[in-house]
């Protein structure tokens, strides 16, 4: 089957929102020192500040099933890039910091929606034999705002002095805007078309996209939404498994220590002994190398299964903590090497975990509950994110805190195994309509 332009372009443009999303949550590893310092902040309120864009990606993954079903998901998308572009603004001009706060808050409602409706819209639009690489479209594009967060912070911290971290969270205006205006040139999606019953638009979008039978791809969608009604609730016992399958992807995810790295590495690598420039500079290899594997992993996902990946990186993972818990405890040791662990753990998780999470969550829920679902993996992803990026700062400013904290990841690491091996479902190649 060859992509249509109407399809490549629905799934290039979508995954953009995680490009804002890699870069607005990233960014603040730059900027968070700076931060500190302006607004005279404790560890506490240090730790509340850096996570309350996270908290509201909690809320904005709760809530953003309601306008991703009543108005649609490309109306949605819309109303985020909206979000992100008056966020990066309110942050780099405000003086105050409850202003500050809430512009960030903002934004992290934008990242929370944009976790659940732009994979979700990819799914949609996607053919089966293509789902996992075009979904993890996104993934690249939030490894991609990383590195582009990781360098824009080396370079801006280096030129433009003591106001740099208002120039690090500001500069995401341009790419925010970008995507607002992108955004009208995609399709909607053609299973939303079918839900709200306008079956001739949903069969002209399925013919666009370069579905092959369209016609019977039309009536198997129908049919998934006609069964015992068209929305369903998604907390009851049929749904149990992909509830409980979904929860432990989206946990294993956040205590793998991936957010602690992404939004401290500056200060991790400071901590072993590293000089702040050159701390800086490695953090922006941690965006490279988060890009490269995620590349790989997208050549990988749909010939070799998600299961696989994930297992692989498990493996990975666990051995790259390990490593650098030791590394931290003993930083006579090698402290200075700390970078070749964690750039380990950077390639196992984009290989695996990274590229997997959205993919599978945006596949895993039938049509009726697909929103609802991705909703709450989506929320339970930046519920831990947002308690993990609070913590840390507390955590990390005991005597060995930092070391502890890495050994819980690597501990949580081999549950993750356990999880790959035992239970996880292979949903290569199968298509939305069809049960895990």
């Known amino acids: 089957m060859q992509l249509k332009k109407k399809l490549l372009v629905g799934a290039i443009v979508s995954s ?41 990606t909690i809320i904005g993954a709760l809530f953003a099933f309601s306008p991703a079903e009543h108005l649609g998901r490309k109306k949605s998308l819309l109303i985020i890039g909206l979000f992100f572009g008056l966020s990066a603004i309110g942050c780099a001009y405000t003086d105050n ?117 369209s016609q019977e791809r039309l009536e198997t969608i129908k049919a998934s939404f006609q069964q015992k009604g068209e929305r369903e609730k998604l907390f009851q016992k049929k749904y149990f498994k992909p509830i409980i399958l979904v929860f432990l992807m989206a946990t294993f995810n956040q205590f793998s220590g991936i957010n602690a790295i992404m939004y401290y590495a500056p200060r991790i690598f400071e901590t072993a002994g590293i000089a702040k420039d050159s701390a800086f500079l490695q953090a922006a290899s941690v965006g490279f190398v988060n890009m490269l594997f995620t590349i790989l992993a997208m050549m990988f996902i749909d010939k070799v299964g998600r299961r696989k990946l994930m297992i692989i990186g498990s493996i990975g993972m666990i051995l790259s903590l390990v490593v650098t818990t030791y590394l931290l405890n003993n930083p006579d040791v090698g402290g200075s090497f700390l970078v070749v662990p964690i750039l380990f753990f950077i390639a196992s998780f984009a290989f695996s975990q990274g590229a997997v999470i959205w993919v599978f969550i945006s596949e895993v829920f039938p049509n009726k509950v697909r929103a609802a679902g991705q909703s709450f993996g989506t929320f339970t992803h930046w519920f831990w994110a947002a308690s993990l990026t609070w913590l840390f700062p507390v955590v990390a400013g005991l005597s060995n805190g930092t070391t502890y904290a890495f050994g819980f990841f690597a501990l949580a690491m081999v549950l993750q195994l356990v999880f790959a091996v035992k239970f996880f479902p292979e949903t290569k190649g199968k298509s939305l309509e069809d049960d895990i």
Do not use: C
């Open 16 to 56: 953009l929102g995680g490009l804002l999303f890699g870069f607005d949550t990233a960014v603040i590893s730059g900027a968070e020192q700076g931060l500190k310092e302006f607004y005279e902040l404790d560890n506490f309120a240090h730790g509340f500040t850096n996570s309350i864009a996270l908290m509201g």
């Open 97 to 213: 910091w409850y202003l500050f706060l809430f512009w960030r808050f903002l934004g992290g409602l934008g990242v929370g929606a944009s976790s659940v409706i732009a994979p979700m819209y990819i799914s949609e639009i996607s053919p089966s034999a293509y789902r996992g690489r075009l979904v993890g479209l996104f993934q690249f594009s939030i490894v991609f705002g990383i590195l582009l967060a990781f360098i824009s912070n080396y370079f801006l911290k280096t030129h433009m002095g003591s106001d740099s971290w208002r120039w690090m969270l500001g500069v995401e205006a341009i790419p925010a805007f970008t995507f607002f205006g992108l955004i009208f040139l995609i399709p909607k999606s053609p299973r939303w078309l079918i839900l709200q019953k306008r079956f001739e638009e949903g069969l002209v979008v399925l013919k666009q996209l370069g579905d092959d039978n």
